[in-house]
């Protein structure tokens, strides 16, 4: 079992920039896939972008281009480097992982607000 916990959400202006990062309680090499997922206000839960135990990554396309996801083993840490924010990026955004596409790990959420 893994606890994941995000840190980083705010409220900013269009255009600008944020960080997202999700510490694991313990390491996650093993954990293959590490994902970001977003929920809009009255909407699902959807992919933001995910990264694999070697570095592959995979965008919405909403947010290619703007987003990038990385990863640092050694800190157990996951990031979501979001640029160019629009209000429709609006949202709560949620750390997972899993050793498949299947997440098997959730972090609580960090909310995200873009004003225009």
């Known amino acids: 079992q893994v606890q994941l916990v995000e840190s980083g959400g705010g409220l900013v202006q269009a255009g600008g920039s944020l960080r997202l990062s999700c510490a694991a309680s313990r390491s996650i090499v093993s954990i293959n896939i590490m994902s970001w997922y977003r929920q809009p206000p009255g909407k699902q839960r959807e992919l933001v972008a995910s990264?694999?135990?070697?570095?592959?990554?995979n965008y919405a396309g909403s947010v290619q281009g703007r987003f990038t996801i990385s990863r640092d083993n050694a800190k157990n840490t996951v990031y979501l480097q979001m640029s160019s924010l629009k209000p429709e990026d609006t949202a709560v955004y949620y750390c997972?992982?899993?050793?498949?596409?299947?997440?098997?790990?959730w972090g609580q959420g960090t909310q995200v607000t873009v004003s225009s």
């Open positions: 997972c992982g899993g050793k498949s596409v299947i997440p098997a790990y």
């Open positions: 990264i694999t135990s070697s570095g592959s990554t």
